[in-house]
C-alpha cells in the first residue's frame, strides 16, 4: 500500500506544479483505484470506500 500512496503524492505533486496534464491524470486516478482494490483484496471495505471517494 506504501507504494501505491508514494506513487499517487508524486503525481499529484506533478500535476500542482504543471497542472492537470496527460497522462498524469489518468496515473492518479489508476494508483487510486489500485490502492481501493488492494484494500479490498485484504478484506477492508470501507478504507476502499474512503479511497475511492476522495478529491
Known sequence: MA????ARATYRLI???FGPIRPFVNIVESEKRHAAL?????HDPARAASILTAV
Open 38 to 42: 488492494v484494500l479490498l483484496v485484504t
Open 3 to 6: 507504494d501505491e500512496y508514494k
Open 15 to 17: 500535476l500542482g506544479k
